[in-house]
């Protein structure tokens, strides 16, 4: 099997609702973008990245630490249609979307991820890990269930599935947002009209399931820290701490 030439694509929009500015906050002597981009580089996994952005900030930022930078040209509804725009003009087979509030990657997971296009009936595919039964409660916890070939089922902010007799120990699967795709699927997808499942959820992988394509899951045990609140940064702040001793 030929190598698929994999490029990282990290959306990174400026505005943010919980966290203002969250991207360009410090992390650890560097902002969180900074640090976003060279986890992934460090990984060696990546035949390009590029950091898509609407900020000029943010840009000089990844030019500063040897970063490629894609200037998004439009307003985008989501991560998906930003890396969209800029993969229009990148020649590659596979694209990796990694949010640029997530630092911490895992070289493992990402590697997994990759190797999951092996199978060439794979067209996306992303990352879980397990969580305790009260965690699945929260709806800002996305739940995934798959199938016995660890295709995903559905996602949603509920808890599924739904113990009814409460005598079956069941696994909770939480989704990690990383996706992976084949440059044609992303293309394709991010044209396609918003679902009712996605507006209902606000989940738009749900518009790739309803379109009838399946989405491979990887598990692992990584947990990474999205940084969407206050905390979130301060929790980042230590976990680095503690890497860097």
């Keep these: 099997m030929k190598k698929l030439k994999t490029t990282a694509l990290i959306p990174a929009r400026y505005a943010s609702t919980r966290l203002p500015a969250k991207l360009v906050q410090d992390l650890a002597g560097k902002s969180v973008i900074q640090q976003t981009f060279l986890s992934a580089k460090n990984t060696g996994l990546f035949d390009q990245i590029i950091v898509a952005t609407d900020h000029e900030e943010i840009a000089e930022q990844i030019k500063a630490v040897g970063g490629e ?44 991820l990759i190797e999951a296009f092996r199978d060439d009936s794979v067209q996306m595919a992303s990352v879980m890990f397990k969580i305790p039964a009260w965690e699945a409660e929260n709806p800002n916890a996305v739940k995934v269930v798959v199938d016995e070939n660890l295709n995903a089922l559905y996602f949603s902010r509920h808890a599924i599935p739904f113990n009814r007799e409460k005598e079956v120990e069941l696994s909770y699967w939480k989704h990690v947002g990383i996706y992976a795709y084949r440059k044609e699927l992303l293309m394709q997808f991010t044209k396609w009209p918003k679902s009712a499942l996605e507006q209902a959820e606000m989940l738009e992988q749900l518009r790739v399931l309803e379109h009838g394509v399946k989405i491979r899951m990887v598990a692992t045990t990584h947990q990474a820290i999205a940084i969407d609140t206050a905390e979130d940064l301060i929790n980042a702040r230590e976990r680095f701490e503690k890497t860097n001793k």
């Design 69 to 112: 930078v894609f200037r998004s040209q439009h307003s985008h509804e989501s991560g998906s249609d930003r890396i969209a725009e800029a993969a229009q003009s990148i020649e590659t087979d596979l694209i990796i979307n990694i949010q640029g509030d997530e630092p911490l990657l895992d070289k493992d997971t990402l590697s997994r």
